[in-house]
């Protein structure tokens, strides 16, 4: 970000970051400050410049109370304050003190109680003798705000903010500086002498206020330095008698600069400085900034009537952008709902999304989109390419936690980015799952900084008595900076939108599962009953049937002589009919028994599955002339029974579907990336390709039972024992050129089953 240059890169600006500038025990010497013991106000600590303005050195007035010093009546009204809570209701106070003989000197009194409770005050020679009552700055401030709240412009408006405080004050430069993300501070309003350059519309480093000062500007909301070049006050003791530490001065209004701040305000040739925070939900919206160029003073009443002001003007300006983000809200609220419909509408939320492609990119104005689910991806509008928004997602996987992520400037954290910085400068991403995400992409726009100095030169380093400081930036001149590989930064509002799609499509995902899960329920059950039909079904018909085909075979037997041959003929298809329906029904009873849930799951051998499915098959291999030859066989995942089944029906489908010539038969198998797969292979008649599919549906055949006996549950029976492995078959064949039956089963079976999550 801010480089320091030469020699000197090592210096880690954080240092500044770090430095317990409230701690440092110095004050500035306009005024005096004393540590109280409470309850009889006996001064502990005090300022070391007590003499200049009480003629008493620090180490007399130590020990001393506030009675011996100031009128001892206006010390009981201030005791009796004192009890109360809240102190803001003595603040300030005037206390008259006697120096040399009859002279008084007027101070304002201001009290606070510090972090760990020390009571501190800190008094200023007052300019006028009275408290200026609350209506007059009431009537101070009210022009402005009338004339603020007709006006519509933010700009304008904070236009009219520093044109009232420097008519109030006196200032020769006022300036509003609204703070950025990175905290880099825009000049958006200014008011000055003509004599003086213009800093309006420059943007001043987040490293001009760092860290411990941005805090005490939220803890302190007006900061005066009457005069830049003061010499400051240290503070005796220099530690605080009765805890022994550095005093803490976060809310003292007397708190020194830091030097390297006093030699920032040099450089930029001011003398006095005034500062009014704007804090927005506890954090530094932005500063009034007051600038003069020689010392001023202001008084404390004044000081308030700014702070005043400051703050209702800031609830204005506040009110003033939240509206506009509700006007944008209630768009984003529109378009998110009109989302949400459309992903109902669709079976996935994907399809949904895709078709409304338009409400997803004006969801965040982003002109791109991408919707990744897993390892596919749909491609909204202007993105990268498919393998770099896959590439872009890992990266996401590796480095990013949160739930939402986005940035302006892509290619500065992910170098890749470069190539595609036209489309996707800017990323917004939601993590919908730990393998899904949605993209929106925004492309990069050249923007011009006008930066109030350097930026890359904002401190330089210098040695001093062997160790290094460093030291603020001498010139302030106007330097333009390009920004490039940036794109528009997204707004909170965007963000939110997207969280709050990211929320929709989970709960979508959820109430799909719901339904999946009632949907497998009731497949499970609508299961189990067909198959206790099949069973009850295949059972109680083969009692009938066997009857009928019993006393068929009796009437063959006893009547043989007294039938004609037509009667003979008739009694044959009877009996030819009734048989084939046994075989129908044991291959039912064997569709139905082939059930997930009965499926062994063990190391199997394949090569002895085959052996005992040839050994099966061994007399109708016999008589055919059939050879089976095979490669080395794996060992499986499987339920061996089933798997036996599986090389049954292939080789006795290849024995019966066998051309002239005698029927070879190859098993082979192939380790694939996460399944083996098999291959049954033989040189029969052969299958058209158009047919490929229908042949695994149940009782399909494509010969008659003249042709070729069956009854079409074979290669169902082995679809379904596949599918039970969660593995595939499928054939590759001619007619007239041999087929060649595959199959795969994944490797570790019920395991992945398992992790996956199913239950058996
Ligand atoms: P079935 O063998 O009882 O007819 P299948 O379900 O096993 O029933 O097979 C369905 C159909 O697929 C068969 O009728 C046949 O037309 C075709 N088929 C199966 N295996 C082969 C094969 N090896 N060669 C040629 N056709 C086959």
């Known amino acids: 970000m801010i480089a320091i240059p030469g020699k000197t890169q090592d210096i880690n600006l954080t240092k500044l970051d770090e430095s317990p500038i409230h701690l440092w025990g110095h004050i500035q010497p306009h005024g005096v400050l004393f540590v109280l013991e409470e309850p009889n106000l006996k001064i502990l600590q005090t300022s070391t410049n007590t003499l200049k303005f009480f003629g008493i050195t620090p180490e007399a007035i130590i020990e001393q109370t506030l009675d011996d010093i100031f009128d001892s009546f206006q010390i009981e009204q201030v005791k009796a304050g004192l009890l109360r809570d809240n102190l803001d209701f003595i603040n300030p106070t005037k206390l008259w003190a006697r120096v040399n003989g009859d002279d008084y000197v007027i101070f304002d009194a201001v009290f606070h109680r510090n972090s760990v409770g020390h009571l501190i005050l800190e008094l200023e020679p007052a300019t006028s003798q009275e408290n200026i009552p609350f209506l007059s700055f009431y009537h101070l401030a009210k022009a402005s705000i009338n004339e603020l709240q007709s006006n519509a412009n933010l700009r304008e408006f904070c236009q009219i903010i520093v044109k009232e405080v420097r008519q109030m004050t006196g200032f020769d430069r006022v300036m509003l500086y609204k703070f950025d993300e990175q905290n880099h501070g825009d000049v958006i309003a200014e008011d000055k002498l003509d004599s003086l350059e213009p800093y309006l519309g420059l943007r001043f480093p987040a490293s001009d206020i760092p860290l411990p000062a941005r805090r005490l500007f939220c803890s302190n909301s007006i900061r005066l330095i009457p005069d830049a070049t003061a010499k400051p006050a240290q503070l005796f003791p220099p530690n605080n008698p009765i805890d022994e530490n550095p005093l803490d001065l976060t809310l003292s209004i007397l708190r020194s600069a830091s030097g390297c701040h006093l030699e920032y305000l040099h450089n930029m040739a001011v003398g006095a400085s005034l500062t009014i925070s704007l804090i927005k939900d506890g954090k530094l919206w932005g500063l009034i900034a007051c600038h003069h160029q020689t010392p001023k003073y202001v008084p404390y009443e004044l000081r308030k009537a700014c702070e005043f002001l400051g703050r209702v003007v800031f609830a204005e300006i506040s009110a003033r952008e939240e509206t506009e983000d509700y006007d944008y809200r209630m768009k984003l609220a529109s378009i998110q709902s009109q989302l949400v419909d459309s992903m109902s509408l669709e079976d996935t939320f994907v399809e949904g999304l895709v078709n409304d492609s338009q409400n997803l990119l004006n969801l965040t104005s982003a002109t791109g989109a991408a919707i990744c689910i897993g390892d596919s991806c749909r491609l909204i509008g202007q993105t990268p390419k498919e393998d770099d928004i896959k590439y872009l997602v890992q990266w996401l996987k590796k480095n990013v936690n949160q739930e939402v992520f986005y940035t302006d400037s892509l290619p500065h954290i992910y170098a890749d980015a470069r190539n595609f910085k036209d489309v996707a400068s800017g990323l917004l991403s939601v993590t919908v799952s730990q393998r899904n995400y949605v993209l929106w992409f925004r ?49 909170a509002v965007e963000i939110k939108a997207a969280l709050e799609l990211k929320k929709a499509i989970t709960n979508i995902i959820l109430r799909q599962a ?185 009782f399909q055949r494509l010969h008659t039972r003249d042709e070729y006996p069956g009854t079409g549950m074979g290669l169902a029976i082995c679809k379904k024992i596949l599918e039970c492995h969660r593995g595939r078959i499928w054939v590759e064949s001619e007619l007239g050129q041999g087929s060649t039956f595959y199959f795969t089963i994944p490797v570790g079976g019920r395991e992945r089953d398992r992790r996956r999550g199913r239950t058996r």
């Open 443 to 491: 492309p990069e726009v050249i923007q011009t900084v006008n930066w109030g100095g350097d930026p890359n030169h904002v401190y330089q380093a210098k040695s001093s008595e062997g160790t290094l400081q460093l030291s603020p930036r001498k010139s302030f001149e106007l330097w333009k900076e390009t920004v490039r590989l940036k794109s528009l930064s997204w707004k």
């Open 514 to 698: 719901d339904e999946l899960a009632q949907l497998a329920q009731d497949l499970e059950l609508s299961n189990a009953e067909l198959k206790k039909f099949a069973y009850v079904a295949s059972h109680d018909l083969q009692e009938p049937l066997n009857q009928v085909s019993n006393y068929v075979q009796l009437l063959e037997m006893r009547y043989a002589e007294a039938l004609d041959e037509d009667a003979s003929e008739f009694i044959n298809f009877a009996v030819e009919g009734v048989s084939l329906m046994q075989t129908l029904i044991d291959d039912v009873l064997a569709y139905s028994k082939v059930d997930m849930r009965a499926v062994e799951f063990e190391l199997t051998e394949a090569e002895t599955a085959l052996e005992r499915a040839i050994a099966n098959l061994r007399g109708r291999i016999h008589q055919t002339g059939a050879t089976v030859t095979h490669d080395p066989l794996p060992t499986v995942m499987a339920d061996s029974t089933q798997l036996m089944q599986l090389f049954l029906n292939l080789i006795s489908n290849a024995i019966k579907f066998r051309s002239e010539k005698p029927p070879e038969i190859q098993i082979s198998s192939k380790r694939l990336e996460d399944a083996w797969l098999f291959s049954v292979q033989d040189n029969g008649i052969g299958i058209d390709p158009q047919y490929a599919e229908r042949i695994f549906v149940i």
